[in-house]
């Protein structure tokens, strides 16, 4: 796969969206992309203002990154085109792939987009605080920022609520993975573990598509000092029905995840705000804590209390 930078942190964008595409610039405006934007429609002369051009075809070579809203069908011969007109990347948002049994055409599409990154299909998209980057066609909590944590969430709408927390956890980044067709959590938990504005990461997970891939990832942001905190979801066997119409994703045996974790040295937890307060632990201290504590009491009743929960 080429490398993820331009996808992440592009200074153009390509933004091919259909009714999706007004939201989509809004955003990018919004948190203060000072790159170029080519809205592609072919009935439409100007979007937000911008002039369009007809079709992916048209777009000048070397665009960064392209947001793709469009029917389902219509989707790998665009990302064909992107590819070919050395695209750094695409978010495909357009759902209606392997989520819904249509698995030949989610095929298609990873193979139309070859070593090109692709993120998604079945993704809300990209927002990077630190880069002042939205491929994102909803509302959302990030701001510009210069240092913060990372997360990585399977759910769209579980990656939107997270933004919009109370909280005063300092969000730099998040990825909404979708059904993770090409680019899964680990490529990009590995590049942004090489991020020194990125203090810690969080996932929220119904299942990983490449479990070596994600173990290496992990010894990379070891080795960078980059704690990682899990919520894994799809635990009981509802909720591993529900991952499956979801994003398509089997969500394994809570055992194996669990001791798997446990072996990659990666926190687990079973809410969002315990994800969103362990990131605030792990942002302002850089690492895991160990087992001892110390508390300062004024009260023997309180120290006992703290002693038995200890």
Request: aromatic residues 4%; contains cysteine.
């Amino acid at each position: 796969m080429r490398p993820l930078g331009r996808l992440l942190a592009p200074r153009s964008v390509a933004v091919i969206a259909g009714r999706y595409a007004g939201p989509a610039i809004a955003q990018l405006r919004r948190i203060g992309f000072a790159g170029t934007i080519h809205p592609v429609s072919p009935s439409r002369a100007e979007v937000g203002g911008i002039a369009t051009v007809p079709s992916a075809e048209a777009l000048p070579d070397g665009i960064d990154a392209a947001f793709l809203a469009v029917p389902a069908p219509a989707c790998p011969a665009i990302v064909a085109q992107l590819r070919a007109k050395n695209c750094g990347g695409v978010v495909c948002f357009s759902s209606e792939f392997a989520e819904t049994g249509a698995a030949a055409l989610q095929q298609a599409l990873v193979a139309a987009a070859g070593d090109m990154p692709l993120l998604g299909p079945n993704c809300h998209g990209i927002l990077n605080g630190l880069d002042r980057v939205a491929l994102w066609p909803d509302e959302h909590g990030v701001r510009p920022i210069e240092r913060g944590v990372a997360i990585l969430s399977q759910s769209g709408n579980i990656a939107v609520n997270l933004t919009m927390q109370q909280r005063s956890v300092p969000i730099a980044l998040v990825a909404s993975l979708g059904n993770q067709a090409q680019l899964g959590a680990a490529p990009l938990l590995a590049h942004l573990a090489q991020d020194e504005r990125i203090t810690a990461i969080g996932l929220h997970l119904e299942g990983l598509d490449d479990p070596p891939a994600f173990a290496a990832a992990a010894a990379v942001a070891r080795a960078a000092a980059k704690p990682i905190v899990v919520l894994k979801t799809g635990r009981s066997a509802a909720g591993a029905r529900a991952a499956v119409t979801h994003t398509s994703t089997l969500a394994g045996s809570a055992r194996v995840y669990d001791a798997y974790f446990e072996r990659l040295g990666i926190a687990q937890v079973s809410s969002v705000a315990a994800l969103l307060e362990t990131l605030k632990l792990l942002h302002v201290h850089g690492q895991r804590p160990g087992r001892r504590i110390c508390s300062a009491s004024c009260s023997g009743g309180e120290a006992g209390l703290v002693a038995d929960q200890a």
